[in-house]
C-alpha cells in the first residue's frame, strides 16, 4: 500500500483552484483523498460535483463545513438549521459520513458566553436526528482559543467531546487539529479519551506559524515550518485508534498564491517527513 494512501487535501490548502482543478491535482500527485468545502461544490454543482470525485476515484474524507450555532434569535436559528441540514444531504450526495461543523462565536454584541455554549448544544441535538437518519456524522471541531469570540466558542477537545457526550458516536464526532490543538496541556488525555468513546472523525494537520499573520486565520503552513509536534500528536492519535484519512488544511496566503501542483509536492514531501512515520 502506498505511502500517501491516508493522504488527503482539503481544498481549502489550494484556494484558487476549482474542485474540478483540485481533483485533476490530486490525481496527478497520488493524492487519493479529497476535503472538498462547501462553497467549490456549490460553484460546481452538487450532482456534478459528486461524479467528478467518483469518477476519479477518490475518496471524500469530509465535507466543510456545517455549524455556526450560536444565533440568539429565532430566525437566525431556523437559518443555521436549514443550512446544516443542507450540508447534511450534501455530504450524503458526496459519500462522505463526516461534515465538519465550526460551531460558532459570540451573536453580535453579547457577552454571555455561558449562553451562547448552550445554544450550540441546543441546535446540536436538534441536528442529531436528522445527521442519523441520513447516516452522517456531525464532527465538532474545537478552534484555538483566539477564534472563540467569532468563530468557535469550543475550544478544547476535551469541551468537543463533553458537547459529543449526550448522542451516539457514529453521529457526533471530534476532529483533532493540529493548528487549534497542539497547545492543550490536557491534549494527551483528551485524545486518549476520544479514542475510548470512538469520536476520532478526522485527524487534520498543519502547522502553527509564528509570527501570527495579520490576519491570524493565515497563520497555518507547511508541516515543519511552526511549532507543532506532529511525532507526539500523531503518536497519541495513532495509540488512540485511529486509522482513518489524515487531511492537509492550510490557510496561508503566500501557499495560496503559490502553484497548486507545486504546492501538492510540497505537502507529500511533508507528510512523508513529519507526519506519516508516526501515523
Same mark, same amino acid.
Given at each position: 500500500?502506498?505511502?500517501?494512501?491516508?493522504?488527503?487535501?482539503?481544498?481549502?490548502?489550494?484556494?484558487?483552484?476549482? =474542485?474540478?482543478?483540485?481533483?485533476?491535482?490530486?490525481?496527478?500527485?497520488?493524492?487519493?483523498? +479529497? !476535503?472538498?468545502?462547501?462553497?467549490?461544490?456549490?460553484? *460546481? !454543482?452538487?450532482?456534478?460535483?459528486?461524479?467528478?470525485?467518483?469518477?476519479?476515484?477518490?475518496?471524500?474524507?469530509? =465535507?466543510?463545513?456545517?455549524?455556526?450555532?450560536?444565533?440568539?434569535?429565532?430566525?437566525?436559528?431556523? $437559518?443555521?438549521?436549514?443550512?446544516?441540514?443542507?450540508?447534511?444531504?450534501?455530504?450524503?450526495? =458526496?459519500?462522505?459520513?463526516?461534515?465538519?461543523?465550526?460551531?460558532?462565536? *459570540?451573536?453580535?454584541? %453579547?457577552?454571555?458566553?455561558?449562553?451562547?455554549?448552550?445554544?450550540?448544544?441546543?441546535?446540536?441535538?436538534? &441536528?442529531?436526528?436528522?445527521?442519523?437518519?441520513?447516516?452522517?456524522?456531525?464532527?465538532?471541531?474545537?478552534?484555538?482559543?483566539?477564534?472563540?469570540?467569532?468563530?468557535?466558542?469550543?475550544? #478544547?477537545?476535551?469541551?468537543? =467531546?463533553?458537547?459529543?457526550?449526550?448522542?451516539? $458516536?457514529? #453521529?457526533?464526532?471530534?476532529?483533532? @487539529? #493540529?493548528?487549534?490543538?497542539?497547545?492543550?496541556?490536557?491534549?494527551? $488525555?483528551? +485524545?486518549?479519551?476520544?479514542?475510548?468513546?470512538?469520536? +476520532?472523525?478526522?485527524?487534520?494537520?498543519?502547522?502553527?506559524?509564528?509570527?501570527?499573520?495579520?490576519?491570524? *486565520?493565515?497563520?497555518?503552513?507547511?508541516?515543519?515550518?511552526?511549532?507543532?509536534?506532529?511525532? #507526539? +500528536?500523531?503518536?497519541?492519535?495513532?495509540?488512540?485508534?485511529?486509522?482513518? @484519512?489524515?487531511?492537509? %488544511?492550510?490557510?496561508?496566503? %503566500?501557499?495560496?498564491?503559490?502553484?497548486?501542483?507545486?504546492?501538492? %509536492?510540497?505537502?507529500?514531501?511533508?507528510?512523508?517527513? &513529519?507526519?506519516?512515520?508516526?501515523?
Amino acid at each position: 500500500m502506498s505511502g500517501f494512501s491516508r493522504l488527503s487535501l482539503n481544498s481549502a490548502t489550494t484556494k484558487k483552484w476549482t =474542485l474540478a482543478q483540485a481533483v485533476e491535482g490530486c490525481v496527478a500527485a497520488g493524492i487519493p483523498a +479529497i !476535503g472538498p468545502w462547501r462553497d467549490r461544490v456549490h460553484e *460546481l !454543482g452538487l450532482e456534478q460535483a459528486a461524479k467528478l470525485i467518483q469518477d476519479a476515484g477518490l475518496r471524500v474524507s469530509s =465535507l466543510c463545513r456545517g455549524g455556526f450555532l450560536t444565533a440568539a434569535d429565532a430566525e437566525g436559528q431556523a $437559518a443555521a438549521l436549514a443550512d446544516n441540514r443542507a450540508a447534511i444531504l450534501e455530504a450524503v450526495a =458526496l459519500n462522505t459520513q463526516e461534515l465538519f461543523l465550526v460551531v460558532g462565536g *459570540l451573536a453580535p454584541g %453579547e457577552r454571555d458566553v455561558v449562553a451562547a455554549r448552550q445554544r450550540v448544544a441546543d441546535r446540536l441535538a436538534d &441536528l442529531v436526528p436528522f445527521a442519523q437518519e441520513n447516516g452522517v456524522r456531525l464532527v465538532l471541531e474545537p478552534l484555538h482559543p483566539m477564534y472563540a469570540a467569532d468563530r468557535a466558542l469550543i475550544s #478544547t477537545l476535551g469541551q468537543a =467531546l463533553d458537547l459529543a457526550a449526550p448522542f451516539d $458516536a457514529a #453521529t457526533v464526532g471530534v476532529a483533532v @487539529d #493540529t493548528f487549534h490543538v497542539w497547545w492543550d496541556p490536557e491534549l494527551q $488525555a483528551q +485524545i486518549a479519551r476520544a479514542g475510548r468513546e470512538n469520536r +476520532i472523525a478526522s485527524y487534520q494537520v498543519c502547522d502553527f506559524n509564528m509570527p501570527l499573520a495579520a490576519d491570524p *486565520l493565515l497563520s497555518r503552513g507547511y508541516m515543519g515550518d511552526g511549532v507543532v509536534d506532529f511525532a #507526539t +500528536i500523531g503518536s497519541w492519535v495513532r495509540e488512540a485508534g485511529y486509522t482513518g @484519512d489524515i487531511e492537509v %488544511e492550510i490557510f496561508n496566503q %503566500e501557499i495560496w498564491d503559490t502553484d497548486g501542483n507545486q504546492v501538492l %509536492e510540497t505537502v507529500k514531501a511533508r507528510y512523508a517527513d &513529519l507526519v506519516l512515520p508516526y501515523a
